[in-house]
């Protein structure tokens, strides 16, 4: 469709571009953080935030749509994010500037106490933008053109080239994951990250592996900052986001490391590098700050080391659902080509069938991810029950790292390179990436039809799901079993019909199949557990007749239950509903995202860089 003329076409971009002004305002207010200093009161509940929230996507998404099939061009960025971030920063500090007692004192007499506080406080903000602004010239291409200069061949040459291509071509995303590089070619010592939520044990377990309660644990969010545990000397070196370092004795660490000594890390932490002489040889165990927390920067820094090592060890809790934060996690691993191994941690917690079962659905919900099959699992324990997985754990893999690490270390490095190859690849060659829209295209009309007659039987479905709880308690009398764990699980799963037609429908043509962008993203359905199975009695046989304990007598039973089930079976519908409108703005953003995850044809220079990466360091 090309119809319109030149003035009706700048028209339409400019209308969309101010609707597309207040959909970012309602994206504003809706998030779950909104700023202090917002004029508006945060009187919207969570679900009604993340229900508008996908809205404003799915709008989004739809005119993008319309200017796809109007054949308008998309106006093209003309302001550099970096450039408005800085003047921003700058700017900030210059306001914090005019915070002195004699700034103040032009407002009236000022007490000396409050005007030296205000100052101090003013300072230390102050400060805090510095870091930011630090930060910024990290990711500074000239700063990194500067760290990649006199890295040694083939390596070296590889990511000059690549940085080059990436500046020539517009391809920002590879940046980070050349930096990363950058800091791994000619290092020998294999890095093991160990990333995981909040309390799934990673400094437990990396105490356990260098036979030394070197790192602090505790039950509350411990780890506020990345730390590095090394062979060597005991000791520890602080480094902070001003350029400072400063050595310390171990026994000071939770001063540095944990967020309640260093709550959002105020003291400006950027990383602790530590050392004893039990850990493996040549190998670095880095312990991350746990995703899924609201401990401050922690979990954006998790994320932001996924590309540093050179193994990821991806910590899951026993029992504890597959989340959003694992996917992202061994998905961030997969598309930056680093290694990755899941542990399934506190198994001890579970008989050894729950074992089986807990790894086997773990390994399930992984298959697929980046494409081809998921990462190996394996169970572990800290506890001397479990000192024989821990013991299988080292001899399999941190035995054979440490016995062959500059091997390792190369390998590892040579695959990062192809990866970044292909990514480049993939941005230079954007025919290889689906039309924009072309997702949301196909699926919104029927995948909308279908979430909306789901949520809508979802909602109506409490005689349904006591029917099947009747028979569940029936049959656990019948059987002489738990018949209060029966109507629970009867009940939680009366709403797996809705969910997995939702999850097919908003997976499009592809089906959701292994490897294809819809299949990548699998984002996990909220969780149906109202309160009030909490307090569920307890189910015991009537006196009467085995014969008679049937479903009719065992819905006598439940009829409490039919009003608070059905009022929460009401609410979680409009959770759903969110979440398979969220699904269908996924599939969108997941096949741009991962466009480069497929063959990509190299030629060229591309061709010529990804042999030249096999080639001996030797060579001449």
Request: glycine share 10%; hydrophobic share 45%.
């Amino acid at each position: 469709m090309n119809d319109l003329s030149g003035p009706q076409r700048r028209h339409v971009i400019a209308s969309f571009g101010e609707v597309d002004r207040l959909l970012q305002a309602v994206e504003r207010v809706g998030r779950a953080s909104p700023s202090p200093f917002s004029m508006e009161r945060p009187d919207l509940a969570p679900d009604e935030a993340r229900l508008l929230l996908s809205f404003v996507e799915l709008a989004r998404n739809r005119l993008l749509a319309a200017m796809d099939r109007l054949a308008i061009p998309r106006p093209a960025p003309t302001v550099s994010a970096r450039w408005s971030i800085e003047t921003s920063l700058r700017f900030a500090e210059i306001a914090l500037s005019e915070l002195t007692p004699e700034s103040l004192a032009g407002y009236g007499a000022v007490d000396g106490p409050a005007g030296d506080e205000v100052h101090a406080l003013a300072e230390d903000l102050r400060a805090l933008i510095r870091r930011g602004a630090a930060l910024l010239r990290g990711l500074d291409p000239e700063e990194l053109g500067r760290r990649l200069a006199g890295l040694p061949e083939p390596a070296g040459g590889v990511l000059r080239a690549l940085e080059r291509l990436s500046r020539e071509h517009g391809i920002p995303d590879t940046r980070a994951l050349i930096g990363a590089a950058a800091e791994r070619a000619g290092a020998s010592a294999v890095e093991v990250g160990v990333f995981g939520r909040v309390g799934a044990g990673k400094s437990s377990l990396i105490n356990a592996m260098v036979g030394t309660p070197v790192l602090p644990v505790g039950a509350t969010p411990v780890t506020a900052v990345p730390v590095v545990l090394g062979r060597g000397e005991a000791g520890a070196m602080v480094s902070f986001y001003d350029g400072g370092a400063r050595a310390v004795a171990l026994e000071d660490l939770p001063l540095y490391v944990t967020e309640e000594h260093n709550p959002q890390n105020r003291r400006g932490v950027r990383a602790v590098v530590t050392a004893v002489p039990t850990a493996p040889h040549g190998v670095r165990l880095l312990d991350t700050p746990g995703v899924g927390s609201l401990a401050g920067s922690g979990p954006a820094q998790a994320f932001a080391w996924l590309p540093r090592c050179d193994l990821g060890l991806v910590l899951i809790q026993a029992g504890s659902p597959v989340g959003r934060e694992e996917l992202a996690l061994v998905s961030g691993l997969a598309h930056a080509g680093i290694a990755c191994r899941v542990l399934l941690s506190k198994v001890d917690l579970l008989s050894d069938i729950e074992r089986e079962r807990a790894v086997a659905y773990v390994g399930d919900e992984l298959n697929g991810i980046q494409g081809g099959a998921g990462p190996a699992v394996r169970a572990v324990s800290t506890r001397p029950e479990g000192v024989a997985d821990l013991d299988a754990f080292r001899r399999d893999v941190l035995e054979p790292l440490a016995r062959d690490h500059a091997r390792v270390a190369q390998e590892a490095l040579r695959a990062r390179l192809h990866r970044l190859v292909a990514l480049t690849a993939a941005g230079i060659q954007p025919a290889h990436a689906p039309e924009v829209g072309t997702a949301a295209a196909r699926t919104p009309i029927t995948g909308a039809a279908v979430i909306e007659r789901e949520t809508r039987r979802l909602a109506r479905s409490a005689p349904e799901a006591m029917r099947a709880a009747a028979q569940a308690l029936a049959e656990a009398w019948e059987r002489g079993a738990d018949a209060t764990l029966a109507v629970r699980d009867a009940l939680l799963t009366s709403t797996a019909g809705a969910l997995t037609a939702i999850r097919a429908a908003t997976s499009g043509e592809t089906g959701g199949a292994p490897g294809s962008p819809s299949g990548l993203a699998r984002r996990l359905p909220p969780l149906f557990d109202p309160e009030f199975l909490d307090r569920l009695p307890t189910f015991t046989p009537p006196r009467i007749g085995r014969r008679v304990r049937g479903p009719a007598v065992a819905a006598r039973e439940l009829r409490p239950l039919a009003a608070p089930l059905g009022q929460a079976l009401g609410r979680y519908a409009e959770r759903v509903r969110a979440w398979g409108l969220s699904l269908l703005d996924e599939a969108t953003a997941a096949e741009r995202e991962f466009a480069g995850t497929a063959p990509v044809a190299l030629g060229g220079e591309l061709a010529r860089l990804d042999a030249l990466i096999d080639r001996p360091t030797d060579d001449p």
